[in-house]
């Protein structure tokens, strides 16, 4: 239900109002001056204001104003007698929605009130689902607190404002979308198009129409004029994920586009202007494909202006316990049965940490989602996981490379002291973790560390 702020010095006006507007279904808020009103919309969440043009101290123009200065967006309704049509047009110039004349009747003015009202629904639900964006794709909620993914968040931070192009590379699973979309969203151009293509989803020439456009009749089944993604994207950022599959024509018209920042839609011959800001991605090596005479050198140089490359997840494990908690928490509404997941157990924070994640934050979100909806536990239980998962991640004992007259304590130590340097190297030699990660306390590891002096090869490249 919507409320609507009356405000006239005339208290039995504004008691007829919020009469005549409650009785259509809306919430009233009264006040009779400017000031009085100006304190009710600081403390009150209001959808219209409907107010007097003549008032004493504070008149409607001024309210009128402040009111614009809080909420541009916000309707404001003037109400005026005759005498003061040309401050209602005045007032009109300044941003007001309307105004009706006194006396007016009942049924025009919920008439004018219930297009305001609609405009501004309108207007609140576009802010409510540009802010779901943003905050989805601000950088603060890419989930890392390692020192790689710091840097990549200082990146972020320093080239989001430009127009630079950027070319994210990492394995698939990192989080190149993720990376690409935080970039838009705090850039300048956050409120024009965001448009992404899968350059591997599609055969070169349907590629091409897709990300050029046509002209009609340009080929068999053309019927009719249509704009690719660059038209499409213009003012705003066109995301190109997996562009090392490009053909090499499609290599030479986007560098074209990249010199000239014109294109040409398929079938025409009109340079077409676009003005976008281009973020590339690829989980190959573009300078090994460079190399292998894959992709064009120029190319690769136009691409990789500004480069962010995305660590594996098995290169940032002191990333696992916040990525953990942060899709148990966005999973947690799908959870129908059972209490609330408030964890993992002891032995599935182990095997993550053990596991190399060929498939990166994908797969642990993949993982992590589906022990939310199966676990009849508060805690995740490695039961609760994949079988896949937990066959793949138990570490195999390779007995063939064992000698059978080896003595038994010699090779246990001798496991035991790699498994500890293993440990040590992933957790970046932060104790704590690697103790996680081998199941056993912090103090029990600092005797281990003292008994294999491991300190010491440390600083020897261990």
């Given at each position: 239900?919507?409320?609507?702020?009356?405000?006239?010095?005339?208290?039995?006006?504004?008691?007829?109002?919020?009469?005549?507007?409650?009785?259509?279904?809306?919430?009233?808020?009264?006040?009779?001056?400017?000031?009085?009103?100006?304190?009710?919309?600081?403390?009150?969440?209001?959808?219209?204001?409907?107010?007097?043009?003549?008032?004493?101290?504070?008149?409607?123009?001024?309210?009128?104003?402040?009111?614009?200065?809080?909420?541009?967006?916000?309707?404001?309704?003037?109400?005026?007698?005759?005498?003061?049509?040309?401050?209602?047009?005045?007032?009109?110039?300044?941003?007001?929605?309307?105004?009706?004349?006194?006396?007016?009747?009942?049924?025009?003015?919920?008439?004018?009130?219930?297009?305001?009202?609609?405009?501004?629904?309108?207007?609140?639900?576009?802010?409510?689902?540009?802010?779901?964006?943003?905050?989805?794709?601000?950088?603060?909620?890419?989930?890392?607190?390692?020192?790689?993914?710091?840097?990549?968040?200082?990146t972020i931070r320093k080239v989001a404002p430009a127009s630079a192009t950027v070319l994210i590379e990492g394995a698939s699973g990192t989080g190149k979308e993720l990376v690409a979309n935080?970039?838009?969203?705090?850039?300048?151009?956050?409120?024009?198009?965001?448009?992404?293509?899968?350059?591997?989803?599609?055969?070169?020439?349907?590629?091409?129409?897709?990300?050029?456009?046509?002209?009609?009749?340009?080929?068999?089944?053309?019927?009719?004029?249509?704009?690719?993604?660059?038209?499409?994207?213009?003012?705003?950022?066109?995301?190109?994920?997996?562009?090392?599959?490009?053909?090499?024509?499609?290599?030479?018209?986007?560098?074209?586009?990249?010199?000239?920042?014109?294109?040409?839609?398929?079938?025409?011959?009109?340079?077409?202007?676009?003005?976008?800001?281009?973020?590339?991605?690829?989980?190959?090596?573009?300078?090994?494909?460079?190399?292998?005479?894959?992709?064009?050198?120029?190319?690769?140089?136009?691409?990789?202006?500004?480069?962010?490359?995305?660590?594996?997840?098995?290169?940032?494990?002191?990333?696992?316990?916040?990525?953990?908690?942060?899709?148990?928490?966005?999973?947690?509404?799908?959870?129908?049965?059972?209490?609330?997941?408030?964890?993992?157990?002891?032995?599935?924070?182990?095997?993550?940490?053990?596991?190399?994640?060929?498939?990166?934050?994908?797969?642990?979100?993949?993982?992590?989602?589906?022990?939310?909806?199966?676990?009849?536990?508060?805690?995740?239980?490695?039961?609760?996981?994949?079988?896949?998962?937990?066959?793949?991640?138990?570490?195999?004992?390779?007995?063939?490379?064992?000698?059978?007259?080896?003595?038994?304590?010699?090779?246990?130590?001798?496991?035991?002291?790699?498994?500890?340097?293993?440990?040590?190297?992933?957790?970046?030699?932060?104790?704590?973790?690697?103790?996680?990660?081998?199941?056993?306390?912090?103090?029990?590891?600092?005797?281990?560390?003292?008994?294999?002096?491991?300190?010491?090869?440390?600083?020897?490249?261990?």
């Amino acid at each position: 239900m919507e409320t609507i702020l009356i405000v006239d010095d005339e208290l039995n006006y504004t008691l007829i109002l919020a009469a005549v507007l409650e009785d259509v279904g809306f919430e009233t808020l009264t006040a009779n001056s400017g000031p009085e009103a100006i304190r009710i919309l600081s403390d009150s969440d209001v959808d219209l204001v409907l107010t007097d043009m003549k008032m004493p101290s504070m008149d409607g123009i001024e309210l009128l104003e402040h009111i614009k200065k809080a909420d541009a967006d916000l309707p404001v309704i003037m109400m005026t007698a005759h005498g003061t049509v040309e401050k209602a047009v005045e007032a009109m110039q300044k941003g007001a929605y309307n105004y009706i004349l006194k006396p007016f009747d009942n049924e025009q003015l919920v008439l004018y009130v219930n297009k305001a009202v609609s405009m501004y629904r309108v207007v609140k639900e576009n802010r409510h689902l540009r802010d779901a964006v943003e905050s989805r794709y601000s950088f603060h909620n890419i989930i890392g607190k390692s020192k790689s993914m710091q840097d990549v968040f200082q990146t972020i931070r320093k080239v989001a404002p430009a127009s630079a192009t950027v070319l994210i590379e990492g394995a698939s699973g990192t989080g190149k979308e993720l990376v690409a979309n935080a970039l838009h969203f705090n850039s300048p151009r956050k409120d024009k198009p965001f448009i992404a293509v899968n350059c591997s989803a599609l055969a070169e020439t349907l590629l091409e129409s897709e990300l050029f456009g046509h002209e009609k009749g340009a080929f068999t089944g053309a019927v009719s004029m249509k704009k690719g993604r660059f038209e499409i994207a213009d003012e705003g950022t066109l995301f190109l994920d997996e562009i090392g599959e490009l053909s090499a024509g499609l290599q030479v018209k986007l560098l074209r586009v990249l010199q000239e920042r014109v294109i040409e839609r398929v079938g025409g011959v009109k340079p077409i202007p676009v003005n976008i800001r281009l973020i590339a991605a690829t989980n190959k090596s573009l300078k090994e494909e460079v190399a292998g005479g894959n992709f064009r050198e120029d190319l690769f140089y136009r691409l990789n202006v500004v480069p962010i490359t995305l660590p594996p997840l098995r290169d940032r494990l002191e990333d696992i316990r916040p990525l953990v908690k942060h899709f148990i928490d966005k999973y947690s509404n799908e959870r129908t049965t059972g209490a609330p997941i408030t964890g993992i157990d002891r032995e599935v924070e182990r095997l993550f940490y053990e596991y190399d994640w060929p498939g990166n934050i994908r797969e642990l979100e993949n993982v992590i989602e589906r022990a939310v909806v199966l676990s009849p536990e508060s805690i995740i239980q490695v039961s609760d996981l994949p079988k896949d998962f937990v066959d793949n991640a138990h570490s195999t004992l390779h007995m063939d490379g064992i000698p059978v007259d080896a003595n038994l304590y010699d090779t246990l130590a001798l496991v035991e002291k790699n498994m500890i340097i293993r440990a040590l190297k992933k957790a970046n030699y932060v104790q704590t973790h690697a103790a996680d990660m081998l199941g056993i306390g912090k103090s029990g590891l600092n005797q281990k560390i003292k008994k294999y002096k491991l300190f010491q090869k440390k600083h020897h490249g261990l």
